[in-house]
Nanobody, 122 residues
């Protein structure tokens, strides 16, 4: 059974940084992604890392966020720098068992974590 557990969220001032972590278990190699949902808005794809290492970012976070995979553990990270108030959202880790291309579409992912809240104050 695939399990995804996010951590690392919190409150930070505008311009600050946070690193989110996603501990994954129950699978060998899937595409992984980070998504977010702000109050009153639809879920948005933030970044994706395929099992082969290809990476894509949403335009809104390019140059500020970095997705990476840990070496020792099956862990996915999202380093978020230069945070803005509009980055405030619940952030979710997701895994796709049947999609092998880079995707920021939530419909391509079939496993989801519970989410971790990120709040950026201006």
């Amino acid at each position: 059974q695939v399990q995804l557990v996010e951590s690392g969220g919190g409150s930070v001032q505008s311009g600050g940084s946070l690193r989110l972590s996603c501990e994954a278990s129950g699978y060998r190699s899937y595409n992984m992604g980070w998504f977010r949902r702000a109050p009153g808005k639809e879920r948005e794809g933030v970044a994706c890392r395929t099992s082969s290492g290809s990476i894509v970012y949403a335009d809104s976070v390019k140059g500020r966020f970095t997705i990476s995979k840990g070496n020792a553990k099956n862990t996915l990270y999202l380093q978020m720098n230069s945070l803005k108030a509009e980055d405030t959202a619940m952030y979710y880790c997701a895994a796709a068992s049947s999609t092998w291309w880079p995707s920021l579409y939530a419909s391509d992912y079939n496993y989801w974590g519970q989410g971790t809240q990120v709040t950026v104050s201006s």
